[in-house]
């Protein structure tokens, strides 16, 4: 059972330079710095809001240094949620053909979605004083051509149930996508993402590459303290007609650049609701 996502974890040559920004947009702060022997890489964690990032930063060969080379760029590389017993998840995700690696008290899950690999790591519940601006991570996306079969392997993978599973469309950025949520009334969920215009951005990244995560979507609660540290070039805002500069955006995207090679969404408190499924329960501003 799957309660929460908790990480992004980010494929970086440069851990310093994307956890500053997340520090300086975000008011993270890095809580441990290591060696991941099994990835020949660094590993420095930020914590924002009650949930953290991952930056893993090569320091030989191995899985990260060929991510970078493969992709060219910094990238959400794996997606990480919460469980009360981990182990019973890697079970569960093993006999559904999943590659189930244990690492401590964590446990790597890998699934072949469309040949790609596509990375998620289970860690045990635990409290965590929030940091920063944001409040909690509460989704992960993965981009897919086959949206039916991704979201059958991420529901087999991990026992989810697919009745509280919700739709999304949106027109504005060209896609279709389910929302593979965890429990009935909470947000926290895998989203899995189809391009249907494939003029716009989304459709663009998914023709250069393939299957993989997209990005990452967040809660916050002001909102404004954040867009007021970023560059206006730097995010896409969406504050609807008649609503003043002065007064809340509902949510807002932070562009990969702004933020070391991670697009990331915040949305206001409750907002996410509007598209999960129970639009009564979006508050007001």
Known sequence: MLTEVDRLLVATPDAGSAGA??????G???????????????????????SDVEFLEPDGAGPIAEALSRRGRAHVWAAGATSPDPGAVARTAAASGAVVEADGTRQFVTLE??????????????????????????????????????VSRIRD??????????????????????LTLFRAGQLHRFE???????????????????AC???????ASDLMDIESRIVPNGVTIDRPAGRGADQSPD?????????????LGVSRPSMAWMWSGHPERVAPL
């Open 251 to 263: 949510q807002i995207w932070i562009h990969p650049p702004t933020l070391g090679g991670v697009m």
């Open 28 to 50: 993270a702060e890095e809580v441990l710095r290591e060696r991941a022997p099994a990835l020949s890489a660094v590993r420095r964690v930020f914590r924002v809001g009650r």
């Open 213 to 219: 995560f997209y990005m990452g979507f967040a809660e």
């Open 21 to 26: 920004a997340w520090r300086d947009i975000l």
């Open 157 to 178: 993978a991990f026992g989810l149930d697919e009745t509280v599973f919700t739709t999304i469309t949106s027109e504005m950025f060209g896609y279709t996508g389910v």
């Open 192 to 210: 899995v993402i189809t391009p249907i215009d494939h003029e716009k951005t989304m459709g663009r990244y998914h023709a250069r590459e393939g």
């Open 113 to 150: 979605i469309e040949g790609a690999p596509i990375r998620f790591v289970i860690s045990p519940e635990e409290e965590r004083a929030p940091v920063g601006r944001l409040d909690f991570l509460y989704e992960a996306t993965v981009l897919a051509a086959d949206q039916a079969g991704a």
